[in-house]
């Protein structure tokens, strides 16, 4: 069995990834800021300390799909798929199977550029397969109000 682990998360953390808590369905801020009050923010040491296990939470994340859909991060609403830096490369590998229709593939890494993969993680795109484990919530699950 799969477990959520911090070699999942850290990629996101300075970009404000949200979680749920599994016990109570409190959505956090994961950051890896300290702060003296939580509101709403846990820090790294406490959500992998004493506080929160990782066991204990589900990061909130876009699967692949999305990328040929309208998505809105930080107030800015865009396709990904139809981005410069994305849709350039998307086409350059178009012939290498690493595209096939709308199924974007990204198990091959040596083959993506890295600046592609940090995009996709900023922009909290599943590039782990955590929401097929189970170890992640599905972003078009959640209601508008939870979102």
């Avoid at 999942?8 to 016990?23: E, Q, R, S, W």
């Avoid at 139809?82 to 040596?110: A, H, P, Q, R």
Wanted: hydrophobic share 40%; aromatic share 12%.
């Amino acid at each position: 069995m799969d477990k959520l682990e911090l070699k999942h998360v850290a990629p996101y953390l300075p970009y404000g990834l949200i979680a749920i808590n599994i016990d109570n369905d409190v959505k956090y801020e994961v950051s890896v800021y300290q702060t003296a009050s939580l509101q709403g923010k846990l820090p790294v040491d406490m959500l992998f300390g004493s506080v929160l296990q990782p066991t204990d939470f589900k990061p909130i994340l876009r699967p692949l799909l999305d990328l040929t859909k309208e998505i809105e991060h930080n107030g800015e609403k865009f396709v990904p798929y139809n981005t410069e830096m994305l849709s350039n490369f998307m086409l350059s590998v178009k012939g290498m199977d690493c595209l096939c229709e709308y199924n974007f593939d990204i198990s091959n890494y040596t083959n993506m550029r890295y600046y592609i993969i940090q995009m996709l993680i900023k922009w909290h795109f599943d590039v782990f397969g955590l929401i097929e484990k189970g170890l992640a919530i599905d972003m078009n699950t959640l209601t508008t109000k939870d979102k």
